[in-house]
């Protein structure tokens, strides 16, 4: 059928989605690859496309540029010129990445306001891809429904202003369809936020005194707060967590990523400087011997790393915590 791409794909957990028009309907498509859902906005039936300023782009931006600060620190605190190779490659990657991401722009949020309800549109996510699509959609939009006169406009506006403050209706909600009657209290995210700050002491720890212990302790941790993390975002996808706690659950997720990422390759730079740079084939198991014998206090590079993304870490989760509590007073009070 005659439609027309009117934004990028955007991916998230297992799952794509994309927006497509045609002249009297929007076709929202979500496909997880073996199965697909659609949802149809007809022109006529649109009151409003509603978008807002997420802070998603500036945490990319963050973590990319302390990958590409650090794989400068790597590659001027070694002696080794294929380590010095390697990390003008792995700067040069991340410093793409954050061009490529200052270049599309501000993220956001866009939902669409019908008679039926209020559904988000996930392609649109970024402030110039929102943009764009009003350019296409409201002349069709003018042509269908007609165009609103300033006058008729500043009537509408008194209207809005003077009426008397519309009933909560439970079960609803103007961030999407979230169920406001839920009973979830931000359980996964709690038990996320305190892995993440145990994660945090853990690494600290590693500053006084590394060892194969500690990193076995710290790779566990993390995989834990994966775990939970992962069903934390499924959870706030239906459910009203505190705005904060959102952003913190994506903070904590970006910065694990970022900090397993980092500490890999120090655990390969540092295990080949440590070997002298000699071409010797060790195993993984070898690799973390080496790496759990190496001090942080013996490199700065290294230890700049770990006080990061510990301080990071540990103010993620905090912040986290306090949201969680935040709210769930709140929910409190409103109980009748």
């Not at 008679?115 to 269908?144: H, M, N, Q, T, Y």
Request: positive net charge.
């Amino acid at each position: 059928m005659n439609y027309k791409k009117i934004a990028g794909s955007r991916r998230g957990l297992g799952q794509w989605h994309t927006l497509w028009l045609r002249d009297d309907h929007l076709l929202a498509v979500q496909s997880t690859g073996y199965s697909e859902e659609y949802a149809r906005y007809y022109l006529k039936d649109i009151q409003a496309i509603v978008s807002r300023r997420t802070v998603a782009g500036k945490v990319w931006n963050a973590a990319l540029g302390l990958l590409l600060v650090l794989s400068v620190i790597a590659a001027l605190s070694t002696e080794d010129p294929g380590l010095k190779v390697l990390a003008g490659i792995l700067g040069g990657t991340f410093l793409l990445f954050l061009l490529w991401n200052l270049f599309r722009g501000p993220t956001c949020r866009c939902h669409v306001v019908t008679p039926l309800g209020v559904e988000e549109l996930p392609p649109l996510d970024r402030i110039k891809s929102v943009k764009k699509a009003l350019d296409r959609l409201c002349p069709l939009v003018v042509v269908l429904q007609g165009e609103i006169g300033r006058d008729e406009m500043a009537q509408l506006a008194r209207a809005a202003k003077d009426a008397p403050p519309a009933a909560k209706v439970a079960g609803s909600s103007a961030a999407g369809p979230q169920n406001a009657a839920s009973s979830y209290r931000g359980g996964w995210h709690l038990a996320a936020f305190l892995l993440l700050l145990a994660e945090a002491a853990v690494s600290s720890l590693q500053m006084l005194h590394n060892s194969k212990a500690l990193l076995a302790l710290s790779a566990c941790l993390c995989l834990m707060f994966a775990i939970l993390a992962v069903m934390a975002l499924i959870k706030q996808r239906d459910h009203l967590v505190a705005p904060v706690a959102r952003w913190m659950t994506w903070g904590g997720m970006a910065t694990m990523v970022a900090g397993s990422t980092v500490g890999y390759f120090f655990m390969v730079f540092l295990t080949i400087e440590q070997l002298g740079g000699k071409g010797v084939a060790i195993t993984q198991s070898e690799m973390l011997e080496h790496y759990g014998a190496i001090q942080p206090a013996q490199h700065p590079s290294f230890a700049a790393f770990i006080v990061t993304y510990a301080i990071v870490s540990a103010a993620i989760a905090i912040i986290g915590v306090i949201a969680i509590g935040i709210g769930r007073g709140r929910a409190a009070r409103s109980l009748p």
